[in-house]
């Protein structure tokens, strides 16, 4: 499975982003989709995953009634939609696979080591 991700750039706070990852390959075994960040500093941490079916979505706390993961089954692709961006929310994003989960219906992880594809990342940048 290959992963590219994209839609990253330099917004002001307030404003929306939306990122896509693109999947090919072994498609059909992306059980679980996630998105990741991390910023200056710091480690990678959770952000979002939806499951293959979309019955399933987790988010980190710091992004619930922002964010929304989201995955087209027929373009093979996932995508977060960020709103009311905020400073802290500056971090390079990147997309992951879990291909080893073996249902489609799983609820999704949350721990890196969960997902074994990763993206290559897409910069955020959020200006106060």
């Known amino acids: 499975v290959q992963l590219q991700a994209s839609g990253g750039g330099l917004v002001q706070a307030g404003d929306s982003l939306r990122l896509s990852c693109a999947a090919s390959?072994?498609?059909?075994?992306?059980?679980?989709m996630g998105w990741f960040r991390q910023a200056p500093g710091k480690e990678r941490e959770f952000v979002a995953a939806?499951?293959?079916?979309?019955?399933?979505?987790r988010y980190a706390d710091s992004v619930k009634g922002r964010f929304t993961i989201s995955r087209d089954r027929a373009k093979n692709t996932v995508y977060l939609q960020m709103n009311s961006l905020e400073p802290e929310d500056t971090a390079v994003y990147y997309c992951?696979?879990?291909?080893?989960?073996?249902?489609?219906?799983?609820?999704?992880?949350?721990?890196?080591?969960?997902?074994?594809?990763w993206g290559q990342g897409t910069l955020v940048t959020v200006s106060s």
């Open positions: 992951a696979a879990d291909t080893r989960s073996s249902s489609r219906f799983v609820v999704p992880r949350t721990g890196p080591l969960e997902y074994n594809y």
């Open positions: 939806i499951n293959w079916s979309g019955s399933s979505t």
């Open positions: 390959g072994r498609t059909s075994s992306t059980y679980v």
